[in-house]
């Protein structure tokens, strides 16, 4: 069972923030709230969200899995004004999810779970990052947009010695570099680290992050790069792995 009743930016954000990684995903629902874990077709990012019950102004549910065809999702509540209420209630024997938006009804067939990829295990994400940082995300969106402007790829990394977070990008012909000194960060945390990531990626994942938050980054060296932020006045949050590119000698 599961029926509930919430914000249309909360939940517009919630699909926003999957649909940067998967396609297709798997949903689960318990008393505590929704989590959603996938990774995308080529194994390369995975996202983590919760979305607690406090964050809904109605819940009530038991626990459930069902497969949700994300972006088919993210048309039916994208056409909810940010300060409407959305109501949810699952049909368990149809399979479908009831989607209320004022006197819009709109009825979601759900996706048969088996036939949806199975979402990561997290005893695989266990990494033993070097050091990270919380950043403004305006800081961090600035500087992957200015690296897509020159590559297809963004070094990310920490000079511990200089106690500073830069980012660098090279192109064929120009190049982007930014340093954050520990003092411009709202939290540094010291250790050497530097790894090759995909813009593509780290696009698609700033394309989708709510303004005027603050990100937590952890990193390594040749590591995933892990983001991590809260949403929905807290109630929600949010962690994505990357993995990095091997760079060629």
Known sequence: MF???VDAEAIQTTVELVDAVVDECHVYFDDDG???????????AAVDLRLESDAFEAYEASDAHVGVDVSRLGDIVGMADRDQLVRF???AETRA????IGELAYTLALLDPDTVRSPPDRANFKFEFAGGIT?????????????????DHVTFGIDEAEAA???EAEGDTDDVSLALPADD???????????????DYLKAIEGAMPR??????????????AVRYAFAGGAGSVEYLVSPRIAAN
Request: proline content about 6%; glycine content about 2%; cysteine-free.
């Open 185 to 199: 960060l709202v939290e540094f945390r010291p250790g050497e680290a530097r790894s090759l990531f995909s813009i």
């Open 165 to 167: 977070f830069y980012v």
């Open 212 to 225: 005027d938050l603050e990100l937590d980054l952890r990193l390594g060296t040749e590591l995933p790069l």
């Open 34 to 44: 929704v989590r959603i874990p996938a990774m995308d077709p080529a194994t390369v």
């Open 135 to 151: 950043a403004d995300a305006e800081d961090i969106r600035r500087t992957v947009r200015a690296a897509d402007m020159v590559s």
């Open 97 to 100: 999810l009831e989607i209320r």
């Open 3 to 5: 029926e509930a009743v």
């Open 89 to 91: 209630a699952l049909d």
